[in-house]
């Protein structure tokens, strides 16, 4: 069962499409590697790439099971996270998110590294409560970079998600349309970009990337680990598997 594929839309786009609507195309490791693996593998006459949910959902965060699996298995899917939001900025094709439903956690991670994010009124996006003693420690450095560090440190501390109008005003979101109007802007945005100098689109971007810093691993590396280490402790554990298994609560 493949969990991401890659669908030539037109030459020049390519959509990397999430492909586990039944389970609102959370980010398993499985989900992860092939979505990292069909990235690096990505034709290099790819100039723009679409990152799209199947379902009604973009990506609604991490897998429960693995998190609840093992503090191993909690590293490696932060830091397959952490890889693949680099890989989403990293790529040479400018990136953009059409973003139905909730992109919450990972989600929301991949949404930041993208180069432009098209959402609705009905989007919600952000990360799990605080509360449960997650961080969101791994999104740090993209979201500063989104949305400037006063308007990020109020929003992760605070914790848990906003709406979709809400997400355009704080510039989460790039454009906000009608939910309608999602596929038609996606095409419309990657059309305009199609008909750029592709060369000139991709030196700016490198440009950008190595201007805000995402060209380097360290503090990358480093807010993985942050992040693993608290969803791994025994008391986020415990209020993990309550919000998992709500029937065996007293």
Not at 64 to 85: G, P
Not at 169 to 192: I, P, Y
Request: glycine share 8%; net charge negative; with cysteine.
């Amino acid at each position: 069962m493949r969990h991401a594929r890659l669908e030539p839309v037109k030459d020049g786009r390519t959509d990397l499409v999430f492909a586990q609507p039944e389970r609102r195309n959370a980010t398993s490791i499985a989900l992860l590697e092939e979505a990292i693996a069909l990235i690096q593998g990505l034709d290099t006459k790819t100039s723009v790439l679409v990152i799209r949910g199947e379902g009604p959902h973009f990506c609604a965060g991490i897998d429960l099971d693995e998190v609840l699996d093992s503090a191993e298995t909690c590293f490696r899917l932060l830091r397959l996270l952490s890889k693949l939001m680099r890989e989403v900025r990293r790529v040479p094709a400018i990136t953009i998110a059409p973003v139905q439903g909730a992109a919450i956690g990972g989600g929301f991670g991949i949404l930041c590294a993208c180069d432009f994010a098209i959402g609705t009124a009905n989007t919600k996006v952000g990360y799990p409560p605080i509360e449960l003693g997650l961080s969101p420690a791994l999104m740090t450095p993209w979201l500063v970079q989104k949305i400037g560090p006063s308007q990020a440190r109020s929003f992760m501390l605070r914790g848990g998600t906003t709406s979709g109008a809400e997400a355009a005003r704080l510039g989460l979101l790039t454009d906000l349309v009608t939910e309608e109007e999602l596929s038609e802007a996606t095409d419309r945005l990657a059309d305009q970009l199609l008909g750029a100098d592709r060369t000139a689109l991709r030196t700016t971007k490198s440009f950008l990337n190595h201007f805000e810093g995402s060209d380097q691993d360290q503090i990358f590396d480093h807010a993985a680990d942050v992040s693993a280490t608290l969803m791994s402790r025994d008391a986020t554990q415990r209020r993990v598997h309550a919000l998992r298994n709500p029937q065996n609560q007293p």
